[in-house]
């Protein structure tokens, strides 16, 4: 028996514990179980071709189930409050994220304008919307509520390149469609916050503006800068970025799991859903706005896939900067991990679908 095979009997067997003992009354005792259970089984994804991209997301349920558990380690240590490092993680992510484009990205509007218009546009129209909606019926508290609203105005992230290119879709149309929402972020957040989120939460446009600006679009710069100059030349820090980032998003969402902890556990079960609802929403709207304008397969994928992902690392951001992380940043911090899994199902059986367009299509993106 192999470690993989060894890790999955584990598992299953820390699963089975955790539940006894949830079913019996005993849950505060379960969560070494569920616990131990998640980090068995991401090691055990290690050794399936098909379950290895789950990995990442099943080492953040570990993280997010230790913190809901012991939430005090993931709050201060000694005098130093944990969320004080958010800002600065997201900075580094956005340069990570501006060391892996280049100009060239954003000249795919010269070269599909139809279709990063209709991916940039239906992404601020679907979203937000489908956020508005849920928020409204949802019945929850107004800061909780405007959080669905947040995920909803964010822009695109990193993860929807990556997802595009396992698609089979286009994935230079999907970098495009990526780097324009990132950078129209600082007007059109802000400014579609204040007309849907307003009634729930007092929101400073101007102060959020200059909020995503230095979250977003100053580190961006500066990698595109960095990526411009030393292309190629720094080989460590091209290998080490996209580890940095996943390891910012994890403690990004460990921290706000710890601080929203009693806000979860009443309503999670609720919030996760309708979480699920508005990406599940956003990759079908999406997908279906790329075919009323007659886009092809490979562009209606695309779409879909921008539309339905978000930047949940700058929703939360900006959710700490507005001073309710531990409200306004529950929505965001469950969207993440959420749409990393939908993202990877859905990439997998479209990448067993044709696209009908195999042999004129040539791919001109490059894999993140």
């Known amino acids: 028996m192999n470690i ?23 849950l505060p005792s379960a969560g070494p179980f569920f616990i131990a259970f998640f980090l068995s089984l991401a090691i055990s994804f290690r050794g399936y071709e098909k379950l290895k991209g789950f990995t990442y997301t099943t080492v953040i349920f570990a993280a997010v189930t230790t913190a809901l558990y012991y939430p005090q380690h993931f709050l201060t240590v000694g005098n130093f409050k944990l969320s004080t490092l958010i800002t600065p993680l997201i900075q580094i992510i956005m340069f990570g994220m501006g060391t892996s484009m280049s100009f060239g990205d954003f000249v ?30 949802s019945g929850f508290p107004p800061e909780i509520a405007a959080g669905i609203i947040l995920i909803g105005c964010s822009p695109n992230g990193m993860a ?57 679009i100053i580190p961006i710069g500066a990698g595109l800068i960095f990526n411009k100059l030393f292309s190629g030349k720094v080989k460590w820090l091209d290998a080490a970025m996209p580890l940095v980032s996943m390891g910012g998003i994890a403690f990004i969402i460990v921290i706000i799991t710890a601080a929203g902890r009693d806000s979860l556990l009443s309503i999670g079960p609720a919030l996760l859903l309708l979480v699920l609802i508005h990406n599940l929403s956003g990759y079908t709207l999406g ?22 992902m978000q930047n949940g690392g700058l929703a939360s951001g900006i ?41 004129t299509y040539v791919e001109t993106g490059r894999a993140h």
């Not at 598992?11 to 079913?23: D, Q, R």
């Not at 469609?177 to 989120?197: D, F, H, K």
Request: net charge positive; with cysteine; proline share 4%.
């Open 160 to 216: 929807s390149n990556v997802i595009s290119y396992l698609a089979k879709a286009n994935l230079a149309l999907s970098i495009t469609i990526t780097a324009i929402s990132t950078m129209l972020a600082p007007i059109v957040t802000p400014v579609l916050m204040s007309m849907l989120a307003g009634a729930f939460v007092k929101i400073d446009t101007l102060h959020m503006m200059w909020d995503i600006i230095k979250m977003v």
């Open 319 to 359: 959710a700490k900067e507005m001073g309710k992380m531990a409200t306004v940043g529950l929505a965001p911090a469950i969207f993440g991990p959420l749409m990393n899994i939908t993202g990877s199902i859905l990439a997998s059986w479209w990448q067993g679908k044709p696209t009908g367009d195999e042999d």
């Open 108 to 137: 795919g509007v010269v070269k599909m304008p139809k279709g990063v218009l209709i991916g940039v546009v239906s992404h601020f129209i679907i979203m937000p919307t489908i956020g508005y909606t849920l928020a409204n019926i």
């Open 4 to 26: 993989y095979k060894l890790m999955s009997a584990v598992a299953a067997v820390c699963l089975l514990i955790a539940l006894y003992l949830a079913f019996t009354g005993s």
């Open 287 to 308: 997908y279906w706005s790329g075919r009323l304008f007659r886009m092809s397969e490979r562009d209606c994928r695309t779409i879909a896939i921008e539309v339905g």
